[in-house]
């Protein structure tokens, strides 16, 4: 099979995928080597993943006790009501300064197909905050939302595909 086959391009570049989520601030020489690969090749094959957007940008994965903070999903369902700019109010809430207001970080939202629509994963320095969070996007969005639930994070066991270092602290919850 010729190297620069479909087939054989789309291996290079899970192989590749694959090492920066288990590290992506490894050198390109240590992500080369793991490959098998040449430096060149794997900074071709990340150019290419950036530009036409299979990543979108590279994480920390951090200790949130260590940053008194904690980690909360929010669970929304939404009611009949029509979306309208209900999608730009969303983006702004959860990705502009408001939540920045108020202490908030959100690190990802995801509409979801279940007895959910949307997710939205965010730290805050407590509970207090992660409910005022509630509070403005129930009041940004007025009888959109039939539901919502906040559920905080007590231990991640893996985050970004890595497993905790202090995994044995688990076993203090069970």
């Given amino acids: 099979m010729p190297k620069s086959s479909k087939k054989q391009i789309d291996e290079d570049e899970k192989k590749?995928?694959?090492?920066?989520?288990?590290?992506?601030?490894?050198?390109?020489?240590?992500?080369?080597k793991n490959c098998g690969?040449?430096?060149?090749?794997?900074?071709?094959?990340?150019?290419?993943?950036?530009?036409?957007?299979t990543i979108w940008g590279y994480n920390a994965?951090?200790?949130?006790?260590?940053?008194?903070?904690?980690?909360y999903m929010?669970?929304?369902?939404?009611?009949?009501?029509?979306?309208?700019?209900?999608?730009?109010?969303?983006?702004?809430?959860?990705?502009?300064?408001?939540g920045e207001e108020i202490g908030i970080d959100v690190l990802s939202v995801g509409y979801m197909h279940g007895e959910y629509d949307v997710a939205i994963v965010f730290m805050a320095d407590?509970?207090?905050n992660a409910?005022?969070?509630?509070?403005?996007?129930?009041?940004?969005?007025?009888?959109?939302?039939?539901?919502m639930e906040i559920l905080e994070y007590v231990f991640l066991l893996r985050d970004g595909g890595i497993t905790n270092p202090e995994i044995e602290k688990m076993s203090e919850f069970f």
Avoid: C, H, Y
């Avoid at 590749?16 to 080369?32: F, R």
């Avoid at 951090?62 to 980690?71: A, G, I, S, T």
């Fill in 74 to 98: 929010m669970l929304v369902k939404r009611s009949s009501q029509p979306v309208g700019d209900a999608i730009n109010k969303i983006t702004k809430l959860t990705a502009g300064k408001k």
């Fill in 37 to 53: 690969f040449s430096r060149q090749k794997i900074w071709r094959i990340k150019k290419r993943l950036e530009n036409n957007k």
């Fill in 131 to 147: 409910k005022k969070f509630k509070e403005i996007m129930t009041i940004e969005l007025p009888n959109l939302m039939s539901k």
């Fill in 126 to 128: 407590g509970i207090k």
């Fill in 16 to 32: 590749v995928i694959a090492e920066l989520q288990k590290n992506s601030g490894d050198s390109i020489e240590n992500i080369a």
């Fill in 61 to 71: 994965v951090v200790d949130n006790e260590k940053l008194d903070m904690k980690r």
